[in-house]
């Protein structure tokens, strides 16, 4: 049996982004309107007919309150001291989001989550539910038949399998808007444009090419995020004006040069504006090689009659050293320079991350290392 022990990475998937020319973007793609977001809507209800598989209710009691709650609501009175234990209710939360300008009537997907001890939901269906918004109205409701993509199945033995999560699942259009919330976009005279990606040269651009299109002083940068836009007078003309705004396109301003490290995966990002100054680089690596094998150990004469016959552990142990190869940065080398300089040296794509570390060290890398 052989165990190889390396000092060092393990082996990295590293995605290189390559140098490629700058390309113009739309400002729907680079930025947001201002008031255009989603809306958080969290409710609690009850999933029935399940498999035997929800809630146990001598465990999880708030379950067996809440059927006795829902039984009473539609008319069925259910004695004091009367315990009820059915296997097939799940205690469950249910949440949504509410996109910006949507109206009464319209359907939303909605999301269903035990929050007891119930196996599977798969099979369930969900009773109607109040979805409330952070100001505690109500502004969906809820109900339909749950699509569950995990799957648990379990023996009498205690043995189970179990296939991605079966305690969620979801509705699609499940829920139904009974109320909107009011926006105002525009009512204050002016658009606010909010860029996804802070950056003073991208909101530069996007109020110059703004007032390119419409004249000076339509559009101002407020900050390295929001771009201020004048709003039409009529109000009818706003949706069109926004349509014509979103559709402009500029080329957006070239983001710090960063170089990414996941610890987790190993994964690691390098933009194309890294450079490195004059530095030389040395990497090399020690392997030991630990090999075991099994010998039988035969007494011979005269030791035949005190001695038995033994099996005995051989450990062989080597080193070895690979040999140093040194290359040089030379003065402003970009990212091809920096990939084609380690693959010289026939490093692995784990000791990249070892040589960026150092060079952040010894301050011949210009970028922000970012380990997440």
């Known amino acids: 049996m052989s165990q190889v022990f390396s000092r060092g990475f393990c082996l990295f998937c590293v995605l290189l982004v390559s140098l490629t020319p700058a390309r113009a ?14 809306n958080q809507l969290v409710g609690y209800g009850l999933v029935v007919g399940l498999d035997g598989s929800g809630d146990k209710v001598n465990q999880v009691f708030y379950t067996e309150q809440s059927l006795k709650n829902m039984l009473s609501q539609l008319g069925v009175v259910v004695p004091d001291g009367i315990r009820l234990k059915p296997k097939n209710v799940a205690a469950v939360m249910v949440h949504a989001k509410l996109p910006p300008f949507i109206k009464k009537g319209q359907k939303i997907d909605v999301t269903v989550s035990s929050v007891g001890n119930a196996k599977s939901l798969r099979g369930g269906t969900l009773l109607m539910a109040p979805l409330k918004g952070i100001d505690g109205q109500v502004y969906a409701i809820a109900q339909g038949d749950l699509v569950v993509g995990g799957l648990g199945v379990a023996g009498d033995d205690g043995s189970s399998v179990t296939i991605n999560i079966p305690s969620v699942g979801r509705i699609p259009k499940g829920a139904i808007v009974e109320r909107t919330i009011r926006n105002s976009l525009g009512q204050a005279g002016t658009f606010t444009l909010n860029l996804y990606t802070a950056d003073f040269t991208t909101a530069s651009r996007m109020s110059n090419a703004i007032n390119q299109q419409f004249g000076l002083g339509t559009a101002k940068a407020i900050d390295p995020v929001s771009v201020e836009v004048m709003a039409p007078r009529d109000n009818l ?3 069109e004006f926004l349509s014509m705004v979103e559709n402009l396109t500029l080329e957006p301003g070239e983001a710090a040069a960063r ?20 530095a030389a680089v040395a990497h090399g690596s020690l392997v030991v090689t630990i090999t075991e094998d099994q010998l039988v150990s035969q007494p011979i004469a005269p030791f035949t009659n005190r001695a038995t016959t033994e099996i005995v552990q051989d450990t062989q142990i080597e080193v070895e050293q690979e040999q140093n190869r040194m290359f040089v940065f030379e003065p402003g ?26 060079l952040k060290e010894a301050g011949a890398l210009r970028a922000e290392l970012v380990v997440i």
């Not at 990212?335 to 990249?352: C, E, F, K, T, W």
């Open 259 to 278: 170089v990414v490290i996941n610890s987790r995966t190993g994964t690691v990002v390098i933009s194309n504006m890294v450079r490195v100054t004059p």
């Open 25 to 38: 973007d739309r400002i729907k793609d680079l930025a947001s309107v201002a008031g255009m977001r989603d």
């Open 333 to 358: 080398v970009d990212l091809n320079d920096i990939v084609r300089a380690v693959n010289q040296v026939g490093a692995a794509p784990g000791d990249l991350v070892a040589i960026l570390e150092a």
């Open 237 to 239: 003309q706003r949706v």
